[in-house]
């Protein structure tokens, strides 16, 4: 008998698993398209140079450690306002916005779905499909979750997510992504997040954008275009941004919560519960990366060397997906996997069963999750042929 005696043991996380077993195998060949990084063609997740110059700027200036306040880096917040709201919206003078540095992208989504079981929501809907974690964060917090249809048959279904979210009640939350649609890679239209908006303020729908790929679709302009169309609409809104594939700064655990409300007093009340949600958790954002960002975007040579850097990331995952699904195409003479070339970002979702999954894996040594789900980022481009005429042969 111990104190921990009444715990049941939780199913290993699927994705880890996956990485162990391809680490341990001793296959002459074999495929990962399981991980959830961007790899280069040499297979590395590299530091970007912008990164690695900024942080050496930053150390070098750095005098202390000292905490440095409940919103973090204020430099990083106000850069990342001006990435999402735009650098002239009048609702920052107004006093209308807030921002919190958060301990990457899930922080800032923990932030958020906390700040609306604060504010009395009860159930929360994510798309289906969706990342795990989206459930795994609403699910922690003690809230229901409830699913919206997203794509079928690997398009998007306006349909299905608009007919989803009008059952659900006022107050209720929702999780929305925006750029590069994890897993399916399928993105929601310019005007279709106008609908979204109009929704949620005529049901008092408490909306959550989540960011984790701003500039991996197209231009950093572009890619914030459905998210900004949507709190236009909507007027108000929560978003959680992450820097951790944009500038590759994964384990610095970097990201941003960010809020607009339609009163400064509104937003004045909920920067105090923000303020209490972390305190109450992390205590006090982490520092480095945020830093790192802040230095970067604040100065115009190692932003354009960043911005270079995220357009040579992106322009590698088009390529990628190009060439795997007219490889796709051609092998299995089925167009709609033509579809893969029109999706966004590091994941797309294949049509291939649990079983399917399994088998490419034991039998011929491909590397992939039960979902079907593939990362584009992960492929080296010389094994394009031989992935195609393997996924081929399970789709
Ligand atoms: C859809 C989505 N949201 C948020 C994140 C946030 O990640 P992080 O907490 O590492 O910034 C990720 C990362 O994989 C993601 O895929």
Same mark, same amino acid.
């Given at each position: 008998?111990?104190?921990?005696?009444?715990?049941?043991?939780?199913?290993?996380?699927?994705?880890?698993?996956?990485?162990?077993?391809?680490?341990?195998?001793?296959?002459?060949?074999?495929?990962?398209?399981?991980?959830?990084?961007?790899?280069?063609?040499?297979?590395?997740?590299?530091?970007?140079?912008?990164?690695?110059?900024?942080?050496?700027?930053?150390?070098?200036?750095?005098?202390?450690?000292?905490?440095?306040?409940?919103?973090?880096?204020?430099?990083?917040?106000?850069?990342?306002?001006?990435?999402?709201?735009?650098?002239?919206?009048?609702?920052?003078?107004?006093?209308?916005?807030?921002?919190?540095?958060?301990?990457?992208?899930?922080?800032?989504?923990?932030?958020?779905?906390?700040?609306?079981?604060?504010?009395?929501?009860?159930?929360?809907?994510?798309?289906?499909?969706?990342?795990?974690?989206?459930?795994?964060?609403?699910?922690?917090?003690?809230?229901?979750?409830?699913?919206?249809?997203?794509?079928?048959?690997?398009?998007?279904?306006?349909?299905?997510?608009?007919?989803?979210?009008?059952?659900?009640?006022?107050?209720?939350?929702?999780?929305?992504?925006?750029?590069?649609?994890?897993?399916?890679?399928?993105?929601?239209?310019?005007?279709?997040?106008?609908?979204?908006?109009?929704?949620?303020?005529?049901?008092?729908?408490?909306?959550?954008?989540?960011?984790?790929?701003?500039?991996?679709?197209?231009?950093?302009?572009?890619?914030?275009?459905?998210?900004?169309?949507?709190?236009?609409?909507?007027?108000?809104?929560? =978003? +959680?941004?992450?820097? #951790?594939?944009?500038? !590759?700064?994964?384990?610095?655990?970097? $990201?941003? %919560?960010?809020? /607009?409300?339609?009163?400064?007093?509104?937003?004045?009340?909920?920067?105090?519960?923000?303020?209490?949600?972390?305190?109450?958790?992390?205590?006090?954002?982490?520092?480095?990366?945020?830093?790192?960002?802040?230095?970067?975007?604040?100065?115009?040579?190692?932003?354009?060397?960043?911005?270079?850097?995220?357009?040579?990331?992106?322009?590698?995952?088009?390529?990628?997906?190009?060439?795997?699904?007219?490889?796709? =195409? +051609?092998?299995?003479? #089925?167009?709609?996997? !033509?579809?893969?070339?029109?999706?966004? $970002?590091? %994941?797309?979702? /294949?049509?291939i069963t649990p079983e399917g999954a399994k088998k490419l894996?034991?039998?011929?040594?491909?590397?992939?999750?039960?979902?079907g789900?593939?990362?584009?980022?992960?492929?080296?481009?010389?094994?394009?042929?031989?992935?195609?005429?393997?996924?081929?042969?399970a789709l």
């Amino acid at each position: 008998m111990s104190l921990y005696s009444g715990l049941s043991t939780l199913p290993p996380d699927a994705l880890l698993g996956l990485m162990v077993a391809y680490r341990e195998d001793k296959r002459d060949e074999k495929f990962d398209l399981g991980v959830g990084v961007y790899k280069d063609e040499a297979g590395n997740t590299p530091i970007l140079s912008a990164v690695k110059k900024a942080e050496a700027r930053m150390l070098a200036a750095q005098d202390s450690k000292v905490y440095e306040g409940p919103r973090g880096n204020v430099d990083f917040c106000a850069h990342v306002e001006d990435f999402v709201f735009g650098a002239g919206h009048p609702a920052r003078a107004e006093g209308r916005t807030l921002s919190f540095t958060a301990p990457g992208g899930c922080g800032a989504l923990y932030a958020g779905v906390s700040l609306m079981r604060r504010m009395g929501t009860k159930k929360v809907w994510v798309s289906k499909p969706t990342w795990p974690n989206h459930p795994n964060v609403v699910k922690s917090l003690g809230l229901d979750v409830a699913e919206y249809d997203y794509a079928v048959g690997g398009t998007l279904s306006p349909t299905g997510i608009l007919e989803s979210l009008m059952q659900a009640e006022p107050g209720d939350g929702v999780i929305i992504q925006g750029p590069c649609h994890n897993p399916t890679g399928i993105d929601i239209p310019e005007r279709l997040w106008t609908a979204l908006g109009d929704l949620a303020k005529s049901k008092g729908l408490v909306v959550m954008v989540d960011v984790a790929y701003h500039g991996f679709a197209r231009s950093l302009g572009e890619d914030m275009a459905g998210v900004r169309a949507f709190l236009e609409a909507a007027g108000e809104g929560m =978003v +959680a941004y992450s820097c #951790s594939k944009n500038f !590759g700064l994964y384990r610095e655990r970097t $990201g941003c %919560f960010l809020a /607009l409300g339609s009163t400064p007093e509104g937003i004045a009340a909920a920067t105090t519960h923000v303020a209490a949600i972390g305190r109450a958790s992390w205590s006090m954002p982490p520092a480095h990366g945020a830093g790192i960002v802040a230095t970067i975007l604040g100065d115009a040579e190692l932003r354009a060397e960043w911005e270079a850097e995220l357009s040579s990331m992106r322009n590698r995952m088009i390529a990628l997906r190009k060439a795997l699904s007219d490889a796709l =195409v +051609a092998e299995t003479g #089925s167009n709609s996997l !033509g579809e893969l070339a029109r999706q966004n $970002g590091m %994941f797309s979702q /294949l049509p291939i069963t649990p079983e399917g999954a399994k088998k490419l894996r034991e039998d011929l040594g491909l590397y992939m999750p039960a979902s079907g789900r593939i990362n584009i980022a992960g492929i080296n481009a010389n094994d394009i042929p031989r992935i195609a005429e393997i996924l081929a042969t399970a789709l």
